[in-house]
């Protein structure tokens, strides 16, 4: 496990730092939208999903770019015979870079049961500042959790699951020599 770290800090790297940035963009435009819906209209279900559905897509778009120009290096490598093929390391680069979401969802869903069925104190604070985290940390769905799960606590262990397939069909697409942004040729 610490040499996949050692050997992959780099792209584990990129994607958090894809991450944070799409967590102030989510806040940005969610926040923005829904301003807009509450001066407007007044209902801002339709601005929160859009919003967070602009967000989301262009959050797994930046995964899977990223993901797919180091999969367009790696089949070169490949071919060359100075890498092994390992179709499932966008898979994995996906799961480390979200090691800490999915962490947060299971301090998330554990202090939640315990304190719903137990009503101890302890478990409500961390919850709080987990669900706080989390919240920030996953911006881009911000929308999309309000509407369809604002009080289950579950939600935030399935957020982390697109931008990891993201990432491995990013990685898998390179691999087979498919760029999802060629690049214009120099003449």
């Known amino acids: 496990m610490l040499t996949f770290l050692k050997n992959h800090v780099s792209m ?3 994607l958090m730092i894809n991450q944070l940035g799409m967590a102030i963009f989510g806040f940005i435009v969610t926040f923005a939208a829904e301003s807009f819906a509450r001066t407007h209209t007044g209902n801002i279900v339709p601005a929160l ?7 989301i897509l262009f959050y797994l778009f930046l995964l899977a770019y990223a993901a ?49 069925y137990n009503k101890i104190e302890m478990a409500q604070t961390i919850y709080a500042i987990c669900y ?6 996953q911006a ?25 397939l993201a990432t491995g069909f990013g990685y898998w697409l390179g691999l087979r020599g498919f760029m999802i942004l060629p690049e214009k040729r120099k003449k």
Do not use: C, H
Not at 49 to 55: E, M, P
Not at 132 to 137: F, G, R, S, Y
Not at 144 to 164: C, D, E, H
């Open 12 to 14: 584990i790297t990129k």
């Open 68 to 116: 797919n120009e180091e999969g367009v290096k790696d089949k070169i490598r490949i071919e060359a015979g100075r890498m092994k093929k390992d179709a499932s390391l966008g898979i994995k680069w996906g799961l480390a870079a979200g090691v800490i979401n999915l962490l947060f969802a299971l301090i998330i869903i554990v202090t939640y049961y315990i304190w719903m």
């Open 140 to 164: 881009p769905y911000i929308g999309v959790m309000q509407v369809f799960s604002p009080n289950n606590p579950i939600i935030f262990a399935l957020v982390p699951l697109p931008g990891i």
């Open 49 to 55: 999903l859009i919003a967070s559905g602009f967000s």
């Open 132 to 137: 706080t985290i989390a919240k920030i940390i």
